[in-house]
């Protein structure tokens, strides 16, 4: 069932002439399926469109295995190596055009933000905790959640000691199933989960800094860097 979740400052109606300290903010409104579908309103003390400068272009490389014979394999994912952030990572596994999965046990920081920006993602928290920094609010984690992460959210992951994750992406719409919902949305009592097992945003801090802020966005399976000069969590 749908439910309205709200942080900040928001005017009393929506398209409206909203301030902070004078100054006009700007209103996003983020959604799929343009004015029909599920939506979002941000304000921003900047133009979330602004960007100061082009970084690199990196594009996605596979290395693909096709074994000739049709035989079951063994994959010792615990093994694997440590190295690189919540993003750079990432091992992949498997992929086909509906899903990717990867696993991907960091040893370092992000000193970025992200925005997957071909596809929703999911990642599964086997073993750490911290907070999912996003443009909507902060989501602390802990070993046996599962993280979703809509396409177009802007994040930064703020880990606690190790960490150990399994990661799908996928280009469809990660959403719950229509035979978990009743007419109204409301979960069902056969659910898996329920509406108390679902966590959203709890707090919500405006950052004012300026300085270069480097935004890495997947697109065209690649990762275009853009650098703000602005601090991207910048919702009121």
């Not at 899903?99 to 929703?120: H, K, T, W």
Request: proline share 6%.
């Amino acid at each position: 069932m749908p439910f309205y979740q709200r942080l900040g400052e928001v005017p009393r109606k929506r398209h409206i002439q909203f301030r902070d300290n004078g100054t006009l903010l700007t209103e996003e409104v983020m959604g799929l399926e343009g004015f029909v579908g599920n939506e979002s309103i941000l304000y921003h003390l900047q133009s979330p469109c602004r960007v100061m400068k082009l970084g690199d272009f990196e594009e996605i490389e596979r290395d693909e295995w096709v074994p000739e014979a049709h035989a079951h394999r063994l994959f010792n994912t615990y093994d694997v190596d440590l190295g690189g952030d919540e993003v750079t990572g990432r091992r992949l596994l498997m992929w086909n055009d509906d899903v990717e999965i990867s696993l991907c046990r960091p040893d370092a920081q992000m000193g970025y933000f992200f925005r997957n920006g071909e596809g929703d993602e999911v990642i599964f928290v086997h073993e750490g905790s911290g907070t999912l920094e996003t443009n909507f609010g902060e989501v602390p984690y802990k070993d046996g959640d599962y993280v979703v992460i809509p396409r177009g959210t802007t994040y930064r992951f703020r880990a606690e000691g190790p960490q150990r994750y399994l990661v799908f992406e996928t280009p469809g719409l990660i959403e719950i199933p229509r035979r978990y919902r009743n007419q109204y949305g409301q979960l069902l009592e056969g659910a898996p989960y329920y509406h108390r097992d679902i966590h959203p945003p709890t707090e919500l801090h405006t950052h004012r800094e300026k300085g270069e802020f480097p935004v890495k966005v997947r697109v065209r399976e690649g990762y275009q860097t853009y650098v703000l000069d602005y601090h991207p969590f910048d919702v009121v």
